[in-house]
């Protein structure tokens, strides 16, 4: 049953808020055009209001005679949250396709779903609801039937209401849904032609059944899937023989499709807001021009989605503990800066989902809310929609809120009626002047640390992998700041004679390993200024976990007549310099290749324990 009980008057109010929201911009004195450019990296000037509907491209040019555009529907959106771990739990294999709904639900530990629970994500600043959804899971479509049962359509309606209800908008899209997207990169026609075919019921079914819903219900193409994932092998053994070209080009065929589709539908879908996934959901393989947004009949309704976790280790799992470097905000300025080449052309972008994990104690990690106030100031100043993912991560479902207060307040603060009465100039221009200062203090007070860190004795390892795309600290000077994303050093200040343990983990970084190495050693800073003559003589060393033989002996030696170092890897050593110490004097065997490149392999993590004192 739909359930349009207050909508036209919620439909009302917000056309009103936006119209007031323009004309009080419209008051506002306007920036000059000779006004100076931004030194923060990544911030983008955005558009005159006045001049922003030049810039839109040949497909989305237009006003909509349905009223809103796809630019100021996100506006409207505020910033939402996820029902994650819940419609998309895909407990097909083990419950089959007529199981009842909760047991699905269920799956992956969420609570069953009730309107109290999406009230309260309301009242806690969310003004989206974000639904995935596994349809297959009521879906016999192995044996070519396509048809979603009522009862699962019936579950996902309900959850549409008990949103609606709550005066949020909602997102609804087919998730990751057990792989089968996969089909599309079988290596067999029929299957590939069947996963269209597939596709396209589908959506004929969602779209006729919620068609006579309001605008406030969105249809998203797909989740992460649309990319790379065209390949995946979950379902279709077969699949994986896209190339990256041919990805792009079937990304672009599905999303058309998508669009095609439920306009056929009529209804209000003729000129419902539709969400295109973008490629990986990716920002920097959605801006790659072999991305393409469909064309559309309807004008100005279609937005972008993308999704944001860098870095993943940060965002994604317990391995990075903290965030807020120079090169943190400028990495996430350049990235959300990129999408305004969507917004630009007329499309509403939406970022479908950010976030940051928890700690190793379940608890919100050190700077989560710098990093979610910077995220969200970015989305102000460009206009976009940011969706929190969230599995009752930092919302609990079942206590009905946010269990830290300090998170809490800050979502509530960020709410669309938080913000309503400011004009949409003053949002964007406080959210532009927070970001640039905001980073001009970072980068002071990282500068300071580096000095601070420039006085003392730091004990690292120097790296470059074998194919130069991971490195740390390569120099002497000691510079911890100078390292590949999700790298993970175990630095030690050096205070004396003593024994030391420093080391590398690779495994949050993208390959989630180093290959080998071209360059390496142990190094520490200052060493020679404030213990002339020290030898490092290294007691262990590990790789992976496991000790390692060295191949050769090491020596202690320096460039800078400063930074105190043993060369690990250095190939550009041909000889033994005449001025190197060892532990005894003995020079025999004395390599600057005491690790050898051949047998390395791929390197998790390495380790070194070393003496550091007088020669004897």
Known sequence: MIRNKNRGFLC?????????TLVGCKGKDQETDNKETSTTPGITETPDKDTESDKKDDTNEEESDGGLTSLELVKLMGNGINLGNT?????????GINAEVSSYETFWGQPVTTPEMIQSMKDAGFDTLRIPVAWTNAMDFENGDYTIGEHYLDRVEEIINYALDAGMYVIVNDH?????????????????????????????????????????????????????????????????TLSKNECYEMTNKINQTFVDTIRSTGGNNKDRFLLIAGYNTDI????????????????????????YYTPWGYCGNESLSSWGTVSNYAEQNDL?????????????????EYM????????????????????????????????????????????????????????????????????????????????????????SKEEAERAELAKKSMAWIMFNSSDWSVMYSVGDTYDPYAKTDGLIATDVEVTGEGTYTVGLDFTETGAGFANSTA?????????????????????????????????????????????????LYNAWVNSVPDDVRTIDGDLTNASPTILNQEDLGEIKTLTITFEYGPAK
Not at 87 to 95: F, I, P
């Open 336 to 352: 959300l800066a990129q999408m305004t080449k969507f917004t630009e052309q007329g499309y509403g972008v939406v970022i479908g």
């Open 284 to 307: 920097v393989h959605t801006c790659d021009d072999r991305f393409v947004m469909p064309t559309d009949t309807a004008k100005n309704k279609l937005l972008i989605s993308v999704h």
């Open 176 to 240: 990751w849904d057990g792989g089968w997207w996969g089909k599309f990169g079988s290596a067999t026609q029929e299957i590939r032609d069947a996963a269209m075919e597939m596709y396209i019921s589908m959506w004929t079914q969602i779209a006729e059944r919620y068609k006579d819903y309001p605008e406030q219900l969105i249809f998203e193409s797909a989740n992460e899937e649309l990319g790379d994932r065209l390949n995946d092998k979950d379902l279709c053994p077969d699949s994986g």
């Open 356 to 443: 940051v994990a928890l700690n190793s104690e379940g608890k919100v990690k050190d700077n989560a809310i710098d990093f979610f106030t910077n995220f969200l100031n970015n989305c102000d100043m460009y206009g976009y929609a940011p969706v929190l993912w969230d599995c009752s991560t930092l919302f609990i479902r079942r206590d009905l809120g946010i269990f830290d207060e300090e998170v809490a307040n800050f979502f509530k603060s960020r709410s669309f009626a938080a913000q309503s009465s400011m004009t949409e100039e003053e949002i964007i221009s406080a959210a532009k002047s927070q970001i640039e200062t905001t980073f001009a203090d970072i980068a």
């Open 519 to 567: 360059f390496s050693a142990l190094a520490i800073a200052n060493g020679e200024t404030y213990y002339p003559g020290y030898v490092i003589n290294i007691i262990d060393v590990q790789v992976n976990g496991e000790s390692y033989s060295l191949h050769g002996s090491p020596y202690t030696t320096s460039d800078d007549g400063k930074c105190t170092r043993v060369n």
């Open 12 to 20: 009302i109010l917000m056309l009103l808020i936006l119209v007031f």
């Open 87 to 95: 419609m998309e739990a895909y407990g097909r294999k083990d419950l």
